[in-house]
């Protein structure tokens, strides 16, 4: 293929997926690219762990729960937490307190970061990330990653009781 034939194929692919984002929403309001950037960044970052790790076994049941919980705490933790704000800050704006110490952020409006503030915000999409990287280092450092796992299990842990206390307080007070 010829630079120039190359070239048109690049345009023809752009002008494919400009009128797919707008057939998907006239407004122009999805991100379609951006998430399509993120699918591949995704996708290459699995598959090049994987390719490191090849075939290690299969993870046993208690890991599987253990990563569950892990990747809950880690990923509200990093797309919710007051404390990992100045992570988000670069793509997202402040709108308000959202829960015991969480906050409420949206995505920033321009094009390159409100795919990613849009990911970083939301505990779902950030969770695919986490359980991902996790079960990569249960793989590559297993002991390592057990244990910072085990930590932050117990941090879900504590927050719950945390918050079955303070409700429980709240009941027998009349609060």
């Given at each position: 293929?010829?630079?120039t034939s190359?070239g048109?194929?690049?345009?023809?692919?752009k002008?494919?997926l400009?009128?797919v984002e707008h057939t998907?929403?006239?407004?122009?309001?999805?991100?379609?690219?951006?998430?399509?950037?993120?699918?591949?960044?995704?996708?290459?970052?699995t598959?090049?762990?994987?390719l490191?790790v090849?075939?290690?076994?299969?993870?046993?049941?208690?890991?599987?729960?253990?990563?569950?919980v892990a990747t809950?705490?880690?990923?509200?933790?990093?797309?919710?937490?007051?404390?990992?704000?100045p992570?988000?800050?670069?793509f997202?704006?402040?709108v308000?307190?959202?829960?015991?110490?969480?906050?409420h952020?949206?995505?920033?409006?321009?094009?390159?970061?409100?795919?990613?503030?849009?990911l970083?915000?939301?505990p779902f999409?950030v969770?695919?990330?986490?359980?991902?990287?996790?079960?990569?280092?249960?793989?590559?450092?297993p002991?390592?990653?057990?244990?910072a796992?085990?930590?932050?299990t117990?941090?879900?842990?504590?927050d719950?009781?945390q918050l079955t206390?303070?409700?429980?307080?709240?009941?027998?007070?009349?609060?």
């Amino acid at each position: 293929m010829t630079r120039t034939s190359e070239g048109g194929a690049v345009s023809r692919v752009k002008g494919v997926l400009r009128r797919v984002e707008h057939t998907y929403a006239e407004d122009g309001g999805r991100p379609i690219r951006g998430y399509l950037v993120a699918m591949s960044a995704f996708a290459a970052y699995t598959t090049g762990w994987a390719l490191v790790v090849r075939r290690r076994g299969r993870p046993a049941p208690w890991d599987v729960a253990l990563t569950a919980v892990a990747t809950f705490r880690l990923s509200r933790l990093l797309s919710k937490g007051s404390v990992t704000s100045p992570l988000r800050a670069p793509f997202t704006t402040f709108v308000g307190p959202q829960g015991p110490a969480e906050l409420h952020e949206e995505a920033r409006s321009d094009d390159h970061r409100a795919t990613v503030g849009e990911l970083v915000t939301c505990p779902f999409c950030v969770s695919v990330w986490v359980a991902s990287s996790l079960t990569a280092g249960q793989l590559l450092w297993p002991r390592a990653t057990r244990t910072a796992m085990g930590a932050v299990t117990a941090l879900a842990g504590a927050d719950a009781l945390q918050l079955t206390y303070g409700a429980l307080v709240d009941r027998t007070t009349g609060d």
